[in-house]
């Protein structure tokens, strides 16, 4: 996609240039706690139909824009979409959440499994990125998004959700090379599915790193932050892709901003658990950072809210390179009310001012 794109305050925050003002989106912003995203949702009658329909995604993604003076859109989709594309069967449980009917259990089964092309396999996603950019007609950047490697390796592994993942866990102990191979291919295909959002309009790129705060550190190390920098590599050696902004965000892994930081990315999501300050003496200037308010101050007062969002501004103390946003995404139980007020404060403060 060729069109011009305005030098959007997001997309100079993460090259780490001067704003006007700190630009503010929320991870999982079309959701739940819209009435509007849960009338599409009933209309489209499943959660997989409103993500693999391009109209209604579409429709979904800008529900929070219309609302909120978001500086960011992100397309509504889902993370576990390679997966479903290698044939593993995704499905979604009322109250229990994603679950594959066809999961990993064998070194052959991995073996087996193929990178799929995003124009065939996962054209619903292209085409409503498409449908998206154009939509938008540039009032917000788009951002596209992928699981990580070992996230999505997690899931097809286990089969559904798990608060531990031991099978994932318990594949990389004891054979080692087999998740390699399991992550090589998902890291190819992360890429690949990236690259194809960017060339359909996205304008940022995302990858999530949901469940690489499990990881004991030298785990960590070898399973999920050697496949995101292989995927940040491959993105940066493309010239289609190189000069797209990339975003990683690991949750529970403070422990590794440096060497997140030194995958070639350009900015890092961090969550609630550690001082955003901290985060930047640490990373330095090498990347951007995005975050970091725990998800549930949007459940007290807006005047809490308002003052928990000074707290964020001043932690990072005002200096180029913050893009705003939950440690995590919005719950279902918020009032879009208090998400309009968080947006005003961050808009409207100026941190040590």
Known sequence: MTTTTPDHRFLRALRREPVDTTPIWIMRQAGRYLPEYRATRERAGS????????????????????????DAAILFSDILTIPDAMGLGLHFVEGEGPKFARPLRSAADIARLGVPDPETDLRYVVDAVRLVRRELHERAP???????????????????????FARAKALALEDAPTMHRLLDTLAQAVARYLAAQAAAGAQALMVFDTWGGLLAPAMFREFSLRPLAAIAARLKADA??????LILFSKGANGHLEALADTGCDALGVDWTIDLGEARARVGQRVALQGNLDPAVLAASPDTIRAQARKVLDAYAGAPGHVFNLGHGITPDIDP??????VDEVHAYRAGG
């Open 142 to 164: 788009l951002i596209g998004f992928s699981g990580s490697p070992w996230t999505l390796a997690c899931y097809m592994i286990e089969g559904e959700g798990s608060s531990s």
């Open 240 to 245: 289609a892709t190189r000069d797209v902004p």
């Open 47 to 70: 959660f997989l139909a409103l993500a693999q329909t391009p109209e209604l995604a579409c429709e979904v993604t800008l529900q929070p824009l219309a609302r909120f003076p978001l």
């Open 337 to 342: 009310a208090h998400v309009a007020a968080l």
